[in-house]
């Protein structure tokens, strides 16, 4: 029997984390995170164009900047060359990667839409995250990723920020997320994840949900007794 390559270990362990959290929530990821850690890592507010979609996967980030064509080229600093840096040069480099977009306070800017973020289809991309607008939610409901941001926009932004860095850590909406942490994000909220803490959250996660399952079941069970 061939050993599995650690490539094969990696997206085995990949595809395992993403089938745990599906059936997970954001609130019970964040219980189990603070067991851990005390440090800030949700993000609330957000709002989306996938509602159901779970998101889940590794950060790459790019970090918006205030426009200036003097100090940033516009023919260089464009979404598509910061994505291309952001997931590498390999064909998969952005598979089930989440895309994490830092306004850097333009919360109420359009930072893209449903024809820019088409190329988190063509990289795999499991979706996108920002403390941003985006426009084009009926564009964004016909892509497989999933989207969360701050609200929906109908005015381009590119004259406001421009994209300025990639995988840098970035802080969103408060939250700091280094690349290759991991994010959580449903119609609740979003969520955080240290790389080294993932599995030991996701499994507090569930137990966290069972937990909570086992108290509702109680205080059911106590109700119909009386």
Request: charged share 20%; hydrophobic share 40%.
């Amino acid at each position: 029997m061939t050993p599995a390559s650690p490539g094969d270990e990696r997206e085995t362990a990949a595809k395992r984390r993403a089938r745990a959290a599906r059936s997970l929530a954001c609130a019970d990821i964040v219980d189990a995170l603070g067991r851990i850690h005390r440090h800030r890592a949700h993000i609330h507010d957000l709002v989306t164009p996938t509602p159901g979609r779970v998101l889940f996967g590794p950060a790459v980030t790019i970090s918006f900047f205030p426009s200036c064509s003097v100090m940033m080229d516009p023919e260089t600093h464009t979404f598509g060359a910061l994505l291309r840096q952001a997931v590498g040069v390999e064909p998969d480099g952005g598979r089930g990667k989440v895309l994490v977009l830092a306004s850097n306070g333009h919360r109420d800017v359009s930072i893209g839409g449903g024809t820019k973020l088409s190329l988190l289809t063509r990289y795999g991309l499991a979706g996108v995250l920002t403390d941003a607008r985006l426009r084009d939610f009926a564009q964004l409901q016909s892509h497989p990723f999933a989207a969360y941001c701050s609200a929906e926009a109908v005015r381009w932004g590119g004259d406001v920020i421009t994209p300025y860095q990639a995988n840098v850590p970035v802080v969103v909406a408060g939250v700091g997320v280094h690349p290759g942490q991991y994010v959580f994000a449903d119609d609740s909220g979003a969520v955080v994840i240290p790389e080294p803490d993932i599995d030991a959250v996701l499994d507090g996660a569930a137990a966290v949900g069972k937990e909570e399952a086992a108290f509702r079941a109680q205080v059911e069970q106590e109700r119909t007794a009386t």
